[in-house]
């Protein structure tokens, strides 16, 4: 990794779900050689890997509300996010938000897999 020698990066690992401590300090050691100010951003639903990751606290996000759940996939499923041209699938849609428990990911997939 003398690539990263004196150079600054931003490393984006997403959706990080393995607990293998080990396997972690093995990535992390040659990357601490890079320039002050590079930065690891660790994306995870386990708490036990945002601790592990630790160097700043977790910040852990909300899901969303109802309504903005709704107004997401409104905006995605219905064109031009107008809900009233098919007023008869507007309780449908809000059954299929209602089952995605506020997660955006959820709702962006469904939301684009049916547009009306």
């Known amino acids: 990794m003398s690539i990263l020698k004196e150079k600054r990066f931003l490393l984006v690992l997403d959706d990080v779900w393995n607990e293998n401590g080990n396997g ?5 050691a040659p990357l601490m050689v890079a320039a ?3 930065r690891i951003l ?5 708490l ?10 977790t910040y852990s996000l909300k899901c ?12 995605l499923a219905f064109v031009e996010g ?11 849609g809000k059954k299929i938000v209602n089952k995605c428990k506020g ?11 049916v547009t009306l």
């Open 42 to 46: 660790v994306t995870t639903r386990s």
């Open 103 to 113: 997660l955006p990911l959820a709702v962006k997939t469904l939301g684009k897999s």
């Open 48 to 57: 036990r890997v945002s601790s592990m990751m630790g160097t700043v606290p």
């Open 24 to 28: 972690w300090d093995a990535l992390r």
């Open 64 to 75: 969303l509300s109802d309504n903005d759940c709704w107004s997401l996939f409104k905006r």
């Open 36 to 38: 002050r100010g590079s």
């Open 82 to 92: 107008d809900s009233d041209v098919h007023p008869d699938l507007v309780m449908i």
